[in-house]
């Protein structure tokens, strides 16, 4: 196994981010116990850097207040924050470094919420099309990339654990269907792949022991693909404490894709939840039902718990127009009140 020491200069240099002015409250101590009801959560990780250009929010009476707060107000209780192993500057596609996550992560459990955190393993997005490894991983071997994973998942559960963050849930990968930092860990090589993941889950519990970890696939209505993958990955020695899924399905899709995500999960014995939702900002009012027809899924299936991905966002952030919030106003569309009405 490779080398993990890491020194109290390298953690204080790695954790260093001031904060942004998104939470209060003290953010040390223990980490709050994993909630036993269902979880009502929003994946943030552009408010940091939102919040750094001056871009602020407004609850639905109109009047500035902190994000926490007004999540809070919905029923949210835990945020999920994407971490990239050496992010570019830009303020749209960039940031999220594990320093920068950290400092969410604190604000976050300031505000008393529980934290997922998404390990991308790249430099930027990988989802269920793109699955590029970190510019400085491109070029190595099956046994150097290990070694890597090794010390990249230790040095980064360590930052956290520094500022006294233990995430009750930590993603190894990101939309994962085909493996991870291709072409080395591929599902097509499904020993390298289980290697890597298995590096990365032995690296969270050593730090956090409590911590679940969970494997995440998109598109959970293809069933095959996500056979495909649980099947290598089981067969192969893999480990793992829960399955997580996207999807942005309609309405009238929920069920039936919910139940996909149940009857996986149960083939292979792991509780479940869905860690990302969304739906056109442009059609809030039909995006509210669809949150509501997955939120009942979800509960009808034994499912644990709903992450909407990005709800925070406006423009210029808001690229991909699934936002929750209204660039004009600054305030949370109808979208939210799905969380209360399910």
Not at 40 to 67: C, F, H, P, R, V
Not at 137 to 155: D, E, P, R
Not at 234 to 239: A, D, V, Y
């Amino acid at each position: 196994m490779a080398e993990r020491e890491i020194s109290r200069r390298t953690l204080l240099a790695g954790a260093a981010a001031g904060a942004v002015g998104l939470a209060v409250g003290s953010p040390f101590g223990a980490s709050s116990a994993q909630a036993a009801s269902f979880i009502n959560g929003a994946d943030i990780s552009w408010a940091q850097q939102m919040s750094a250009g001056g871009y602020t929010w407004k609850n639905a009476s109109g009047t500035a207040e902190n994000l926490f707060t007004i999540l809070a107000g919905y029923g949210i209780g835990a945020v999920r924050l994407r971490t990239w192993v050496n992010p570019s500057s830009d303020p749209v596609n960039g940031h999220c470094s594990i320093s920068e996550t950290a400092a969410m992560a604190v604000q976050a459990k300031g505000a008393g919420m529980s934290v997922l955190l998404d390990f991308h393993f790249g430099d930027t997005w990988n989802s269920v099309g793109v699955q590029n490894p970190p510019a400085a991983w491109a070029s190595m071997t099956y046994s150097g990339m290990l070694t890597a994973m090794y010390n990249y998942v230790y040095h980064s559960m360590n930052v956290l654990k520094y500022d006294g963050i233990y995430p009750e849930w930590v993603q190894i990968g990101n939309e994962i269907n085909s493996g991870i930092c291709h072409p080395v860990g591929g599902v097509s090589r499904p020993a390298q792949m289980t290697g890597l993941l298995n590096a990365a889950h032995d690296m969270v519990k050593e730090v956090s022991p409590n911590s679940q970890v969970c494997v995440h696939l998109a598109q959970p209505q293809n069933y095959a693909s996500m056979e495909t993958f649980f099947s290598a990955y089981s067969g192969n020695g893999g480990k793992w404490d829960m399955s997580v899924f996207s999807s942005y399905g309609s309405a009238s899709e929920a069920a039936g894709i919910v139940a996909n995500m149940a009857e996986i999960s149960a083939a292979y014995g792991k509780p479940f939840m869905q860690a990302e939702f969304g739906g056109s900002a442009s059609s809030p009012g039909s995006t509210e039902k669809t949150l509501e027809a997955y939120l009942i899924a979800l509960k009808a299936k034994g499912g644990l718990g709903l992450f909407y991905w990005e709800p925070e966002v406006y423009s210029p952030f808001d690229s991909y127009g699934s936002g929750a919030w209204d660039a004009s106003t600054r305030e949370p569309t109808v979208i939210m009140d799905g969380f209360a009405a399910a």
